[in-house]
């Protein structure tokens, strides 16, 4: 079953075209397009900035082979990876899957073990990180208290001793750019924590730098406020045109913010895409299963019509239950798989379907989650399994609500769900 967390709601497509995405560290992801000239793409485009696939494209950072030890540990297992300039790249994953360490290293905090960090094609090993064209905003904010937001601001250019005119200009410029020019002779410990973090953001970007890290910047804000900011980061990148690369364990955040995602896990790259193409075609059951909600179900293929290199019905037997799904899918009739489905991909009704031997299961809500803006169902299959519906709340009232105990029948079209072979 699929984490227990909020879902992430993105918008798919029911098209017959469909174009492949290819990704040098990933295999081939089957991603559908609308039909004739209005090509579609699963999920809103936030702008149309994609150079990683223009295979003329330089990469802006370029982590090269990268292994990272610390005593027997392997923190980075030979990593690969091309981040491009102006580009929002989040480094996503749990707590000791090696993002912050790939993070410190490009800041020079740390050295690789093995293998090269390329920066506009130079290799920066060895390169403290003063002298390096990055700047790092931390977790904590680490303001200094004694010293004025203005101050605050202003440290890092008083150390580089660029003349006061200019430093002054530079903090003005910093602090209108994150809304706090009014509160420029305030004290850190006079601002909410928003402020602080906006204070610091100012701080990290006031030098200018090429690249900004981002270390779990918005952790300590709460949900609502954290909501606003990402918005704020996003704007704020797109106005300096800067590359920024986060570091990030919150799954929300990273689909809100970036341009691609690395999950990672174990020091490994797992996938790179968008945040669409990572919820609506991850390649394997970990991304699946990491990123939002979903059903993930073990079965065995029984068919598959599919053409090379065109999509096909692919037929599984979930022990017991047909489920068909259209995909381009090279697994073979009796090959082990992994069916999966998201939530909101699921039709629940009390209303017995249409006569039809696939994709059609029944069982009873076991229990109901209420979220305000949709609703979770959790529902008890006849062999005991647990399947998950999420049903979007479009009207206040409802004549006859799905409520506990109830029998219900649970539906998805064949282009909803994914067979996964990894």
Known sequence: ??????????????????????????PIITIKWGVGDMAKSLGPVKRKFTPWTDPNAVPFIRFENVTKRF??????DNLTLDIYEKEFFSLLGPSGCGKTTLMRMLAGFEEPTQGRILLQGKDISGVPPYKRPTNMMFQSYALFPHMTVARNVAFGLEQDNLPRAEIDARVEEMLSLVKLKEFSRRKPSQLSGGQRQRVALARSLAKRPKVLLL????????????EETQFELMDIQHTLGLTFLIVTHD???A?????????MDKGIIMQVATPAEIYEAPNSRYVADFIGDINIFEGTVLSNDALAGQSGIVKLDLDGLTVAVEQDCAAVAGAKVAFAVRPEKVRISLDVP??????VAHGEVLDIGYLGDFSLFLVKLEDGRILR???????????RPITFGDVVWLTWPADAGLVLTS
């Open 255 to 263: 689909m809100t913010v970036s341009d691609r995602i690395a999950v």
């Open 389 to 399: 519906a999420a049903q979007a709340n479009v009207s206040r009232l409802v004549d």
């Open 71 to 76: 005593g027997d540990f392997v923190a980075v």
């Open 1 to 26: 079953m699929g984490r227990s967390h909020r879902p992430i709601f993105l918008r798919s497509t029911n098209s017959a075209e469909r174009a492949e995405v290819r990704d040098q560290n990933n």
């Open 215 to 226: 270390d779990e910047p918005l952790g300590a804000l709460d949900r609502k406020l954290r």
């Open 251 to 253: 799954q929300e955040e």
């Open 354 to 359: 249409a006569a039809t031997s696939v994709n």
